[in-house]
């Protein structure tokens, strides 16, 4: 079998938890990885693990919620690598409290993140894409997308934004042959989580690294197939927290 053709992708969110995974899983495919995150010290952190690969990587600071941050980065990448073939809008962030008690800065700023960093992002990289007639455009979402999770109000309504604005892009991008996957993932083992969570949920919870590898997997089907939907839970279901 010939090795894969290497891609362009960009990731966002990479300096922890999922985003991580997905840049080592990627890098070690053979892909050439933009990983992006707002902290420059967690980005160094990154570099040292990557330069164990053989790929090729770069890492940028990138504020997704900035729309000149966004530009600024798309830029970048295509003026070194002439393309991006991928992107995977992982960014995201999260409070765990009830309606009552988020502050409009808590629901502001994750829907900041999580839904109007992924319109930022995916407006940076469509007219590339729809050009080529080709592209991936991978949005990690949450089963909480699907589900009711108390104590999760603001980021549910972030993610269920997100995947409705992705369905519709989806299908307007058809004639484009511009692909969009959303994935649905459950709890993963991340620094998402509050410390008490992981200490009494983290041995039934799923590993970052398990779930990067299902998504690159996914990632990887040739034309003219297209995983529109990848749902990853763990064996237990939900977790209440």
């Given at each position: 079998?010939?090795?894969?053709?290497?891609?362009?992708?960009?990731?966002?969110?990479?300096?922890?938890?999922?985003?991580?995974?997905?840049?080592?899983?990627?890098?070690?495919?053979?892909?050439?990885?933009?990983?992006?995150?707002?902290?420059?010290?967690?980005?160094?952190?990154?570099?040292?693990?990557?330069?164990?690969?053989?790929?090729?990587?770069?890492?940028?600071?990138?504020?997704?919620?900035?729309?000149?941050?966004?530009?600024?980065?798309?830029?970048?990448?295509?003026?070194?690598?002439?393309?991006?073939?991928?992107?995977v809008n992982n960014a995201g962030i999260t409070v765990f409290?009830?309606?009552?008690?988020?502050?409009?800065?808590?629901?502001?700023?994750?829907?900041?993140?999580?839904?109007?960093?992924?319109?930022?992002?995916?407006?940076?990289?469509?007219?590339?894409?729809?050009?080529?007639?080709?592209?991936?455009?991978?949005?990690?979402?949450?089963?909480?997308?699907?589900?009711?999770?108390?104590?999760?109000?603001?980021?549910?309504?972030?993610?269920?934004?997100?995947?409705?604005?992705?369905?519709?892009?989806?299908?307007?991008?058809?004639?484009?042959?511009?692909?969009?996957?959303?994935?649905?993932?459950?709890?993963?083992?991340?620094?998402?989580?509050?410390?008490?969570?992981?200490?009494?949920?983290?041995?039934?919870?799923?590993?970052?690294?398990?779930?990067?590898?299902?998504?690159?997997?996914?990632?990887?089907?040739?034309?003219?197939?297209?995983?529109?939907?990848?749902?990853?839970?763990p064996e237990i279901g939900d977790l209440r927290v």
């Amino acid at each position: 079998m010939a090795a894969p053709k290497s891609r362009v992708v960009w990731i966002t969110g990479a300096t922890s938890g999922l985003g991580r995974s997905l840049a080592r899983v990627f890098v070690e495919g053979g892909d050439i990885v933009i990983a992006t995150g707002r902290r420059r010290r967690a980005l160094g952190t990154l570099k040292k693990e990557l330069s164990k690969q053989k790929g090729t990587f770069r890492l940028y600071a990138c504020d997704v919620t900035k729309p000149e941050a966004v530009r600024r980065t798309a830029t970048l990448i295509e003026r070194e690598f002439d393309r991006i073939d991928v992107l995977v809008n992982n960014a995201g962030i999260t409070v765990f409290k009830s309606l009552r008690d988020t502050t409009l800065r808590d629901f502001g700023a994750i829907l900041e993140t999580n839904l109007w960093g992924s319109f930022l992002t995916v407006k940076s990289v469509l007219e590339g894409m729809m050009r080529r007639k080709s592209g991936l455009i991978v949005n990690i979402l949450s089963y909480a997308a699907k589900t009711t999770y108390t104590g999760s109000g603001a980021y549910s309504a972030s993610k269920s934004g997100t995947e409705a604005l992705m369905n519709v892009l989806r299908e307007e991008l058809r004639p484009y042959r511009v692909k969009v996957m959303n994935v649905y993932p459950g709890a993963i083992e991340t620094p998402m989580w509050h410390e008490t969570h992981r200490w009494r949920y983290g041995r039934v919870m799923m590993s970052a690294d398990d779930v990067a590898e299902l998504i690159y997997e996914a990632a990887r089907r040739p034309r003219p197939l297209v995983v529109e939907e990848l749902v990853i839970r763990p064996e237990i279901g939900d977790l209440r927290v």
